[in-house]
Structure formats: structure tokens, C-alpha cells
């Protein structure tokens, strides 16, 4: 089999376990035994070639690679290659559950609670780095900084894929302006399946 072959069975795989952990109820508890799985997968380093997904130049400093999703745009699950200066703003996931693992380089995920009033409260962060994911329900917000020199290679799963997500807010901390908008017609999404 080719790596793309072995790669692909082994999401298969992922998401296989992930829907049946996840049947009973999408939770905290749920959700950290799916992180668990895409912490397993990315830790097979060898089905993540840099020939599959190159590091990014400057004139594109990110690219989103779509690997999966089921026949419903459901468990979407994306391959981020970018540059050490990757960074976004805070925002949701316009109601998908969302987590996000490392195979290579280091991400700082500060995590958000939103307010009545439509601000945001920073609640805590995590690094994502090999060995360590972040996961977030429905209504969980984040922001991201790379960090270090090394460039990313993060794994993104999601309840939904991109195209298929409900309305983003994305939150400017300065302005106290919250942004909505829809994430779809990216030219640095690419359908790599
Ligand atoms: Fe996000």
C-alpha cells in the first residue's frame, strides 16, 4: 500500500472508534477518549510525509489539507501545514466540536468562555505540541499562536467540515468587536483525499 492508502485506512480507523465513543453523547469525558485517538495518529509520523504537505513559503505561510470526512461532511478531519507565524484570532467553530493535535512544532491555544454581553473570558491555555492535543465542544473558543522556529504540521478534526460549519464569531480583543462569518472559498483549503 502507498502511504496515502495506509494513511487513509488508518483515519478510517480513528474515526471508526471516535463515532462509537461519541455515540452516546458528545461531552468532555467523550470528547477526551476521541483526542486520545487522534493523539494516536499523530503519532505515526510516517503517514505525515513533508513530500504530502510541504512546508508553506512565505506568500502562503498556511495550507488546510481535507484527508477525511464521512459521506454526511461529518468528522472532517484536516491536515495544517503553516509557518511558525500562524496565528488567529479568538473564535468558534460555528457549533462543531473541534480538536487539534501536533505531529511537529508548537502551538500556544488560549481557550475562551463567551460572556451575555458577546465578550469573551479567557479561561486558561494549552501547548499543543507532539504528544498533546486540545479539544473543544460546541461552544468552545480559541485563539492560536505558533511558536518557536519549527513549522506546524497539526492534525484538525471536526464535527463538520469546514464548508459545512454554521456561522463563525470571531472575537477582536481590542476592538470588542465579535465578527461573523462563514468559512468556505479558501484558496489555502485543499481537497487532498
Ligand atoms: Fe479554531
Redesign the pocket.
Known sequence: MSTKQHRHAAVEAMVTKVKTQLSEGVNVHSLNLAKIELLKLCSQRHLFPRSDFPVPDEKQIEWFYLIYEDKNSEYALYINSALPCQT?RP?N?GGSW?I?GAVEGEEKHSLYRSGDDGSVEFINEIMVKPGTAVSMLGDGI?S?SAQGNAPLLHL?FYQKSFPKQGKRIEYNLDTGIAEHFFLKDLDYIVDYR
Do not use: G, L, R, W
Open positions: 488567529y473564535h467553530h473541534a487539534i480559541h492560536i484538525h
